[in-house]
């Protein structure tokens, strides 16, 4: 299967005169996320936006592809939290994104909803990760009708100042971090240094509230030693009797 680094892709369908996308993530894999996601909501490339959680190689790398060498962009707006936003602006190459007009940078803050559209809002919540380069965010998702969480990266569920239950409260649908099923798929490697919730110990957490609640949840973000990638699997099948689910790419839900 031709997997890729996990992203969203977003679309207010509800402008007027106009539809506007946006894509949470530059992943390694941009060009060709970026191009199924335009043939499959037919976003004008002047109406797209980028939306980034961090300075890790998965999240914001793919910004190399709208440079000079490759798509040429023009003013591409990208939405970055402060440290985020100081990074792009002060390495290269991407401070020549910059330079020649490549990407418009716009400063996201904590807890502000940026609109994408008119109906459409974007809330950034801060989580504790390894902040090497950049703070951390997830997003909290707000349209005319539905809601979703989106927190592909986050230390442990315990460290984040907020409450995961309660924000599920607040969602319809929770597309959360699951890097790792559990601590046994990397036995050579020092978990502390990479830290994730275990697959395992977010169920455990979860375990207790109604269906409704579990229901909501859909795992992304999968390392390729997570054996939940493979469906035939007994971390899988333990995963979808708990009554959760695991993201399959290409996937829409509807705000």
Do not use: W
């Given at each position: 299967m031709d997997r890729k680094v996990v992203c969203l892709g977003i679309v207010d369908t509800n402008s007027v005169g106009k539809k506007v996308g946006a894509?949470?993530?530059?992943?390694?894999?941009?060009?060709?996320?970026?191009d199924e996601f335009r043939q499959w909501s037919q976003v004008a490339?002047?109406?797209?936006?980028?939306f980034l959680t961090h300075a890790h190689i998965g999240h914001y790398s793919g910004l190399m592809f709208v440079g000079r060498e490759a798509?040429?962009?023009n003013q591409m707006p990208v939405w970055a939290m402060p440290r985020?936003?100081?990074?792009?602006?002060s390495n290269g190459p991407w401070d020549q994104l910059v330079a020649l007009q490549n990407i418009e940078l716009r400063t996201l803050f904590e807890d502000e909803a940026v609109r994408v559209g008119s109906t459409v809002s974007?809330?950034?919540?801060?989580?504790?990760?390894?902040?090497e380069y950049s703070e951390t965010v997830g997003f909290r998702i707000v349209g005319p009708t539905h809601s979703a969480l989106f927190i592909p990266d986050i230390n442990k569920w315990d460290e984040w100042s907020r409450s995961l239950e309660g924000e599920l409260a607040l969602v319809d649908r929770a597309y959360l971090d699951a890097t790792f099923f559990d601590a046994a798929e990397i036995g050579y490697r020092d978990m502390s240094e990479i830290p994730h919730p275990f697959m395992v110990e977010t169920m455990a957490l979860l375990d207790s509230l109604p269906q409704t609640q579990r229901d909501k949840i859909h795992f992304i973000?999968?390392?390729h030693t997570?054996?939940?990638?493979?469906?035939?699997?007994e971390a899988y099948a333990k995963v979808i009797q708990k009554g959760y689910h695991i993201a399959v790419p290409g996937s829409t839900y509807p705000l």
């Open positions: 894509m949470i993530e530059a992943t390694p894999d941009f060009p060709s996320q970026l490339m002047e109406e797209m936006r980028i798509l040429g962009s985020m936003r100081s990074f792009l602006e974007l809330v950034p919540l801060k989580v504790p990760h390894r902040d973000h999968l390392n997570n054996p939940c990638l493979d469906t035939t699997s």
